[in-house]
């Protein structure tokens, strides 16, 4: 059964009656391009097929009610609030992300109340964006009963900053724009190359199977205690950096400027700047590739790019190192964390006839560390965000 389908059949179990609609958003890889995003640069995500449903109908007041399915089949009921009293760290829990969506909204005109139940199969803690799927589905969802049923590329730009607003400032995670903006503005096959700050989007093709190749996702399902206050404290690293840089963001140090840039800066900061402006032309390295169809030749830039972020950024951990130098060590071409660090997934790309002996090297070698067995599945580029046809 399709998440859409779960939620809709959820939606009849908590309410007795169809919902008005269903809208859902995927999760997201991220091919290249890791912690650019608040630094005004470059990222190449795409959606996965794994999608965060959330269906839902008006009411007639200005309550928000929120149910959700677990995997274990039950389903759990937030508190429900009033959307002119919500107010950031009001709400607690899982339930903060569609409260502060509906916060956001609140100031474009979206005050009516909803019964929302959102089901879905995006991994959560696996760095994913699991949490940006369920807050453009919940978007979409509030929009749609509002009226707006299909924005467009631009609007979903503008939607995917209201969402990111409402993780940021709602419920106090500090993270950029990239999550959101790919759930939404992501296409089927391709990647979608992204600068952050123009917001110019392209979406460049990426056919893996078509040149043999397969991105392996290994769920490492680990997630450190420290992941959001280690991502934290970089962001505020990088915009130190470039306060004392005399530039308005990371993204205009470039690769010719580094060297003089590092001699600047204090030892902790020096670190952080090379793996952004390092990270960034990786980024555009990796889109030339892809634009000539070579997605075999990226692979040392994705390897490089782990080295980078374990190195300089220091921001992975034992498990996903295992999973990249094995993979690497196995047979794939280029293998690297994706996500926010401190656990979660890393990605391999990998020829179609050594996946699964990838996936197995993996496998074993998590088991003779003693790590908890990882998840593995080949990720593809997927739709975005959409109101789904039950």
């Known amino acids: 059964m399709s998440s859409a389908s779960e939620a809709a059949e959820a939606f009849r179990s908590v309410h007795g009656r169809a919902p008005a609609g269903v809208w859902s958003a995927p999760g997201r890889v991220n091919l290249i391009g890791e912690h650019t995003d608040y630094n005004d640069g470059f990222v190449l995500p795409f959606a996965l097929p794994h999608r965060l449903a959330a269906a839902a109908s008006p009411r007639t007041d200005q309550v928000l009610t929120v149910s959700t399915l677990g995997s274990d089949g039950r389903i759990q009921e937030a508190e429900p609030v009033t959307i002119p009293d919500l107010r950031p760290g009001g709400v607690d829990g899982w339930s903060a992300y569609p409260a502060g969506v509906a916060w956001v909204l609140r100031d474009h005109g979206v005050e009516r109340g909803a019964d929302v139940v959102l089901?879905?199969?995006?991994?959560?803690?696996?760095?994913?964006?699991?949490?940006?799927?369920?807050?453009?589905?919940?978007?979409?969802?509030?929009?749609?009963?509002?009226?707006?049923?299909?924005?467009?590329?631009?609007?979903?730009?503008?939607?995917?900053?209201?969402?990111?607003?409402?993780?940021?400032?709602?419920?106090?995670?500090?993270?950029?724009?990239?999550?959101?903006?790919?759930?939404?503005?992501?296409?089927?096959?391709?990647?979608?190359?992204?600068?952050?700050?123009?917001?110019?989007?392209?979406?460049?093709?990426?056919?893996?199977?078509?040149?043999?190749?397969?991105?392996?996702?290994?769920?490492?399902?680990?997630?450190?205690?420290?992941?959001?206050?280690?991502?934290?404290?970089?962001?505020?690293?990088?915009?130190?950096?470039?306060?004392?840089?005399?530039?308005?963001?990371?993204?205009?140090?470039?690769?010719?400027?580094l060297a003089g840039a590092l001699a600047r800066l204090p030892a902790d900061l020096g670190p952080l700047v090379r793996h952004i402006v390092t990270e960034n032309q990786r980024v555009l390295d990796v889109v030339a590739l892809l634009r000539d169809g070579r997605i075999g030749d990226i692979g040392p830039l994705l390897a490089a790019s782990h080295v980078s972020m374990r190195d300089d950024y220091r921001i992975s951990c034992p498990e996903l190192d295992l999973a990249v130098d094995v993979a690497n060590a196995s047979g794939a071409l280029g293998a690297r964390m994706t996500g926010g660090g401190f656990g979660g997934t890393a990605i391999a790309l990998v020829p179609e006839s050594a996946v699964d002996t990838v996936e197995a090297a993996v496998m074993a070698a998590f088991d003779r560390a003693g790590y908890r067995a990882p998840r593995a599945f080949v990720a593809v580029p997927s739709p975005g965000a959409r109101r789904d046809e039950l």
Not at 132 to 159: K, N, Q, S, T, W
């Open 119 to 257: 089901a879905g199969d995006v991994p959560t803690g696996a760095g994913l964006s699991s949490s940006a799927a369920l807050e453009c589905a919940v978007a979409l969802a509030l929009l749609g009963l509002a009226g707006e049923d299909d924005p467009g590329l631009e609007r979903r730009a503008e939607i995917a900053r209201w969402a990111q607003r409402a993780e940021n400032d709602f419920v106090g995670v500090p993270t950029g724009v990239l999550d959101q903006t790919a759930s939404l503005c992501c296409a089927d096959g391709h990647v979608l190359f992204l600068d952050v700050r123009s917001g110019d989007m392209e979406q460049v093709p990426f056919d893996a199977a078509a040149a043999g190749l397969r991105i392996l996702a290994i769920d490492t399902r680990v997630k450190h205690a420290h992941s959001e206050s280690g991502y934290g404290e970089r962001r505020k690293g990088t915009e130190r950096a470039a306060d004392l840089l005399g530039v308005k963001a990371l993204r205009d140090v470039g690769p010719d400027d």
